[in-house]
């Protein structure tokens, strides 16, 4: 009679992956180059930010006789009380019209625009209207100035908010109509298909499928559209002359011309404009971001 003895093997210990020498990999390095140009860039960023808002809250009279990266010891609301007397509330409700009236028609054209791009894209006429939007984002808005501004005079629309109005939506439409298609391809095609076996129409399937699911992408359009038409400078200067259909951008630089060397009214007319802009992207900042990077990860 036999026996076999078996040994019992000890588990063994994992053993750490050794580096290309034999030795194991040294600990991550801090990247202190990259760290030292990350805050030396928030300093460029943050330093004007910080000195316009403390300007704007010093006296007239003391802004030269003190350091300026000093907070002021007994801070003061008169350059804003005068900012808002000298008719800033008319330029803010221009700015107003001029975005909401240029935005809204622009992101509704672009989305049904894009809605057509994608579903009839075997159609030469949509191809070439897609090719004409793409073209569109080519075209820079200095160049196009004395055409539109001809335009505009041809139709009697000078000096009004209506011509502020129509050659933003224009502009506005190319980066539009390329951001929605990228969304409205990266719906299913069994949803569409789904939609017209129950019978749904074009239009139906437009706003009660592609409306809904691209939801993010209109939002991005919108406040990316909404941001660059309230800062915009160009079109004001050049179709306006009344003082009373001036935008905010272009009535930072008559404050400018207006108070002279008083700096901090200048900048606290610079603050009173920016803080819109400021309350529109705290509130659209995680839409815009998502928008703008998920519409072209494909």
């Known amino acids: 009679m036999t026996t076999t003895l078996t040994k019992t093997r000890r588990p063994q210990k994992a053993t750490r992956p050794e580096g290309p020498h034999g030795s194991r990999p040294a600990a991550r390095r801090r990247n202190w180059p990259g760290g030292l140009a990350g805050w030396l860039w928030l300093a460029v960023v943050a330093v004007p930010l910080y000195w316009t808002l403390i300007t704007s809250l010093k006296d007239r009279s003391r802004y030269y006789a003190s350091n300026p990266l000093v907070p002021p010891a007994d801070p003061t609301l008169d350059n804003y009380r005068m900012v808002v007397e000298s008719d800033f509330l008319q330029y803010f409700v221009n700015s107003v019209v001029v975005t909401a009236g240029a935005v809204i028609p622009a992101v509704l054209v672009s989305f049904m625009a894009a809605y057509a791009i994608v579903r009839g894209w075997r159609m030469r006429v949509l191809r070439a209207m897609n090719g004409l939007f793409l073209m569109g984002l080519a075209i820079p808005l200095q160049a196009t100035v004395i055409p539109v501004y001809l335009i505009i005079i041809k139709l009697h629309l000078y000096d009004s908010l209506t011509a502020l109005i129509l050659p933003s939506i224009a502009f506005a439409i190319p980066l539009s109509v390329l951001v929605l298609a990228n969304f409205i391809r990266d719906v299913p095609k069994e949803l569409f298909d789904s939609m017209r076996v129950d019978g749904a129409t074009e239009w139906a399937t437009l706003w009660r499928l592609a409306a809904p699911l691209t939801r993010p992408a209109i939002l991005t359009v919108s406040i990316f559209n909404a941001l ?16 009373d259909r001036r935008t905010l951008p272009l009535a930072l630089w008559t404050f400018q011309g207006q108070y002279g060397v008083n700096v901090p009214a200048v900048l606290a007319a610079v603050v009173l404009t920016t803080l819109p802009v400021l309350v529109l992207y705290a509130f659209g900042r995680r839409q815009l971001l998502s928008g703008l990077t998920a519409g072209f990860s494909r």
């Open 228 to 243: 660059t038409i309230w800062n915009g400078f160009l079109l004001p200067l050049v179709l306006t002359q009344s003082p």
